[in-house]
T-cell receptor, first 114, second 115 residues
Framework: AQKVTQAQTEISVVEKEDVTLDCVYE???????LFWYKQPPSGELVFLIR??????QNEISGRYSWNFQKSTSSFNFTITASQVVDSAVYFC???????????FGTGTSLTVIP | ETGVTQTPRHLVMGMTNKKSLKCEQH?????MYWYKQSAKKPLELMFV???????ENNSVPSRFSPECPNSSHLFLHLHTLQPEDSALYLC??????????????FGDGTRLSIL
């Protein structure tokens, strides 16, 4: 099965708090790609990161960081010192290397309260 | 400016109408996608085109008919839709399909309401 699970439907944090969005995936492929997208209220999904299955190095980009753990099939996303502009729906996605399929999770709606 | 433009932004139609959604990308990409986004559900990939050829059709009902005349344009023709087809329809493009070329750039979507 190919599947992405984002168990957190909605999260609210107070500005400047850190927050972690969970993503767990299932795939039978050994080579695959994982993504995070942000969907602000305007509707357009914005690409944040792509990670291939052979690269388990964690990545940091400003206040954003990603923790890829193949052993637990997780690709979690942490925002440090959250800001109101971070309020959006965040989607995790999986694309196996074979075929042209993309599997998205149901998204996590993040609200950052000033 | 996203590089992927979708029109119209909003569409209300009756079940017997025929309408088309349009997507245009200005990024020089070769792959284009249609997704359906319904509340509380994952984005559903509907169709994939690569170099104008359809490579994926994820069991989409025939009342949705895609058309890709060139790598920059993608249409979704709609006819005799059902109320459950009301959703946000998103178009995306990527340099290519698969692997390191698959970062997708999305449009703002068309909010479709079926009366």
């Amino acid at each position: 099965a190919q599947k992405v699970t984002q168990a957190q439907t909605e999260i609210s944090v107070v500005e400047k708090e850190d927050v972690t969005l969970d993503c767990v995936y299932e795939t039978r492929d050994t080579t695959y790609y994982l993504f995070w997208y942000k969907q602000p209220p305007s509707g357009e999904l914005v690409f944040l990161i792509r990670r291939n299955s052979f690269d388990e190095q964690n990545e940091i980009s400003g206040r954003y960081s990603w923790n890829f753990q193949k052993s637990t099939s997780s690709f979690n996303f942490t925002i440090t010192a959250s800001q109101v502009v971070d309020s959006a729906v965040y989607f995790c996605a999986l694309s196996p290397n074979t075929g042209n399929q993309f599997y998205f999770g149901t998204g996590t709606s993040l609200t950052v309260i000033p | 400016e996203t590089g992927v433009t979708q029109t119209p932004r909003h569409l209300v139609m009756g079940m017997t109408n025929k309408k088309s959604l349009k997507c245009e990308q200005h990024l020089g990409h070769n792959a284009m996608y249609w997704y359906k986004q319904s509340a509380k559900k994952p984005l559903e990939l509907m169709f994939v085109y690569n170099f104008k050829e359809q490579t994926e059709n994820n069991s989409v009902p025939s009342r949705f008919s895609p058309e890709c005349p060139n790598s920059s344009h993608l249409f979704l023709h709609l006819h005799t839709l059902q109320p459950e087809d009301s959703a946000l329809y998103l178009c995306a493009s990527s340099q290519d399909t698969g692997g390191p070329y698959s970062n997708q750039h999305f449009g703002d979507g068309t909010r479709l309401s079926i009366l």
